[in-house]
């Protein structure tokens, strides 16, 4: 583990040098401010030191603000999919596209910075991991919580009995060997644009099927949700909120995802870009997307198990991070009190919405509104 925070200009240098290689050619690569940085997070768990760089720069990115940012940040560095083996110059193009700039301009300019806010979360990461442990202190991780790590063991109590669960904290499209992710919708099912950054986003980017070269050959998940729409007799009109479609993971399969279920919890604002979000919506969704893991179970094989939910209506919808999953956990500690067995995960993407998904056990009473800050 580092001994010391990791030298900002340095790890500039090294982000330089990740842009201009490309992800495929980090193998046997010099980084050596990033090298050490990902081993004192812990990335360098991964197999190769390629790999534990890449996982450290897909937590740093995911820190970001979400927009032009992060996206800029994730083309970069051939971290968004589909481009992690483009050349340096056509991923900078696209990453000055993002910000509707000249390509020289944003190397000048905004791609200076964007790596520079990169470099600031990966040192505030390495100060996070190397921090001495802190007892007793109000608001502090549970002893359990996993470090800070991507990955963390929350522990509740359900009915009398000890309940396991597990908290994620990356983007969506990096969620692995779980049977069901629950995606939040809108009201008509109509999917983002995949260049977008929210869950239903990322999850649609990450199971397209791709060619050689990054282009999409196929759409599946937007394909599965418009066919439903059609059986139903309900394309282009809005459904109940708390309807709940599951289609099929696409590319995500290779990932260990088996199932994606849509939660139509966001409803469009006349006029606007915006959504309303009720936590009564929230909690219908999550009980019927539970219901449907029970009825899909026993059809597969293995049997379904795990179940993974994002803070629902904490993105654009607006909720207030401890909102979000109280609405979500009424319906989740209704079955687990009645005896279901459900592996259950959630999934965040800054400190903040781990924060109060730790404090679960507390029965969801943060001292204060954590509101979304992207």
């Known amino acids: 583990m580092a001994s010391t925070p ?27 401010a990033l090298e050490p940085a990902a081993e004192a997070v812990g990335a360098g768990t991964a197999r190769t030191p390629g790999a534990a760089v890449e996982a450290l720069l897909r937590l740093a990115v995911s820190r970001l603000d979400a927009g032009t940012l992060r996206t800029a940040a994730e083309y970069t560095l051939g971290l968004a999919q589909g481009t992690r083996d483009w050349p340096a110059s ?25 790596l520079g806010q990169i470099a ?41 009995r000890d309940v396991r669960l597990t908290l994620h904290m990356h983007p969506a499209d990096l969620l692995r060997d779980v049977d069901v992710i629950v995606s939040p919708a809108n009201v008509y099912f109509a999917l983002p644009e995949s260049y977008k950054s929210s869950v239903a986003a990322s999850l649609r980017r990450a199971a397209a099927v791709r060619g050689v070269t990054g282009e999409v050959l196929d759409d599946p998940v937007r394909d599965e949700l418009r066919a439903w729409a059609e059986r139903q007799g309900v394309s282009g009109r809005a459904v109940l909120p708390g309807t709940v479609v599951a289609t099929g993971p696409g ?20 006029g606007t870009n915006d959504y309303d979000v009720l936590p009564a919506d929230v909690t219908r969704a ?16 293995p049997p379904l198990r795990s179940v993974c939910f994002p803070l629902l209506g904490s993105g654009r919808g607006g909720l207030p991070y401890h909102v979000s999953l109280a609405a979500v956990w009424a319906a989740l500690e209704a079955e687990l009190a009645r005896g279901a067995r459900w592996d259950v995960h959630f999934l965040v993407r800054t400190p903040e919405a781990a924060a109060v998904v730790e404090r679960v056990q507390a029965r969801i009473r943060p001292a204060r509104d954590q509101r979304p800050t992207g």
């Open 286 to 301: 999550t009980s019927r997307a539970l219901a449907v893991l029970a009825q899909e179970r026993d059809r597969h094989d």
């Open 6 to 32: 990791p030298d900002h200009a340095s790890l500039h240098s090294d982000l330089r040098e990740v842009r201009r290689a490309g992800l495929v050619r980090l193998r046997g690569r010099a980084l050596p």
């Open 120 to 160: 600031e979360h990966i040192v505030l990461l390495v100060a996070e991991a190397t921090a001495e442990p802190t007892t007793g202190t109000p608001g502090a991780a549970p002893a359990d919580a996993g470090g800070a790590g991507t990955h963390r063991s929350v522990a509740a109590r359900v009915a009398g």
């Open 251 to 270: 590319a995500l399969a290779a990932q260990g995802i088996r199932r994606i279920y849509h939660a139509a919890v966001a409803v469009p604002r006349a």
């Open 90 to 114: 056509s991923r900078r193009a696209r990453a000055a596209a993002v910000y509707g700039v000249s390509v020289e301009r944003f190397r000048k300019d905004h791609e200076v910075m964007v």
